[in-house]
């Protein structure tokens, strides 16, 4: 089955500087890459996702870039706040009709310094 | 619009004892996933659905674990037995086909 490594367990970066978090997969037929923010207590909140047919997708501060040959994904945070302090999931679906079975990291704890 | 609501939000139990765990998706989508999220770790799939009918149950310990979606909404995830490996955090979550899945607060399941 897929399996995705997450290759930073823990990040630290100064207020206003760029984070970024990457990660890995084994299944060449996925299709979907979604990242998720916990933040301490709580629950997955969806923050953004890329499909195959496109390698970089932008959302405010948020950048994702996807290289299918590789098999890698990134999450690219820009001007970084406090409130972006949290930990953060990739993860490899198919995508397919029958639903998206979604596929973790074990999660990057981002830590943002005053 | 509502979230994935999930009941309860906790549970202690002893080893060997039961409990269940509810979940109520968003409404209109079709998809229900059960996770278990154990500390300092990434959710893992147990189970999900499509309406009623199971897709997926590979990694539910079927001789302890089952789960329900009878009407294709309300589900329903049960542990007979509890033990203490089972501590962890249960995460409903639901989607519309293969489109966001959202995910509900979770139960978090302590067993001593």
């Known amino acids: 089955g897929e399996k995705v490594e997450q290759h930073e367990s823990t990040l630290s970066v100064r207020e206003g500087d760029s984070a970024v978090i990457n990660c890995t997969y084994t299944d060449t037929a996925s299709s979907y890459f979604p990242w998720y923010k916990q933040e301490a207590g709580k629950s997955l909140h969806f923050v953004i996702d890329i499909r195959s047919n496109v390698d970089r997708k932008q959302s405010q501060r948020l950048t994702v870039l996807l290289d299918k040959k590789a098999k890698r994904f990134s999450l690219h945070i820009t001007a970084t706040q406090p409130e972006d302090s949290a930990i953060y999931f990739c993860a490899a679906s198919r995508g397919n009709s029958a639903g998206n079975k979604l596929t973790f990291g074990i999660g990057t704890r981002v830590l943002v310094r005053p | 619009e509502a979230g994935v609501t999930q009941s309860p939000r906790y549970a202690v139990l002893q080893e060997g004892q039961a409990v269940s765990f509810w979940c109520d998706p968003i409404?209109?989508?079709?998809?229900l996933y059960w996770y278990q999220q154990p500390r300092d770790q990434g959710p893992q799939l147990l189970v999900y659905f499509r309406d009623e009918a199971v897709i997926d149950n590979s990694q539910l310990p079927s001789d302890r674990f089952s789960a329900v979606r009878p009407k294709g909404t309300n589900s329903t995830l049960k542990i007979q037995s509890a033990k203490q490996g089972d501590t962890a955090t249960y995460l409903c979550a639901s989607s519309f086909k293969d489109t966001e899945v959202f995910f509900g607060k979770g139960t978090r399941l302590t067993v001593v």
């Open positions: 409404s209109g989508h079709d998809t």
